[in-house]
């Protein structure tokens, strides 16, 4: 690899370890073994590097993340099957979580920096709208080209707005936050509270 490269897997690494925020030129550098110089160079700034190994990384976890999506049909025929496979989707995504913390923080912490670099904010906001059709589009069983706009507007981002949640739940305090089984009971009873 290049120096390039190899800047950019030192900053991954960094921010694996120690988060955005801490990251420094000098803990890049170190990491990826050359001189700090070299940032300014290839990337700009280390701000822009940082940026730039962010999105990299929140992209390789979300693969990851759409994994632990993945799995059964939630619209399956057998009686009962789909909530059971919604409750498995939510502890296989809690899973995802418990087995890569710092991908999750690093996903709050691009959300926080986007509010200031208007080319990442973009970014993951294109990655919302994607995010929301495709989930859209799991939970109706629908491909993805067919989700109608209201659709990924509603149920979509009301599902977006759950995953957020739970992953901020289980980032601050993994001991109480909800499992599958709690998410579903929740709904349940959410979704009969607006029945009355």
Request: aromatic residues 6%; charged residues 20%.
């Amino acid at each position: 690899m290049g120096n390039r490269e190899d800047l950019l897997d030192g900053a991954i690494r960094c921010l694996h370890e120690k988060g955005y925020a801490r990251t420094t030129l000098r803990d890049i550098a170190g990491a990826a073994g050359v001189s700090m110089a070299a940032v300014g160079y290839h990337y700009g700034s280390t701000e822009a590097l940082l940026n730039i190994a962010l999105m990299k990384a929140i992209e390789e976890w979300g693969t990851e993340f759409g994994r632990a999506l993945g799995g059964g049909e939630p619209g399956s025929d057998q009686p009962g099957s789909g909530l059971r496979e919604y409750e498995s989707m939510w502890d296989r995504l809690i899973g995802s979580v418990a087995a890569h913390p710092p991908m999750a923080l690093a996903s709050f912490e691009a959300f926080v920096q986007a509010q200031r670099v208007p080319e990442l904010r973009e970014q993951i906001a294109a990655g919302q709208r994607e995010g929301r059709r495709g989930l859209a589009a799991m939970l109706t069983g629908t491909p993805e080209q067919a989700v109608p706009d209201d659709t990924a507007r509603t149920l979509g981002s009301v599902q977006l707005a759950l995953i957020t949640g739970l992953i901020v739940q289980w980032l601050t305090d993994p001991d109480n936050a909800p499992s599958g089984a709690d998410v579903v009971a929740g709904l349940r009873a959410l979704a009969a509270g607006l029945q009355s």
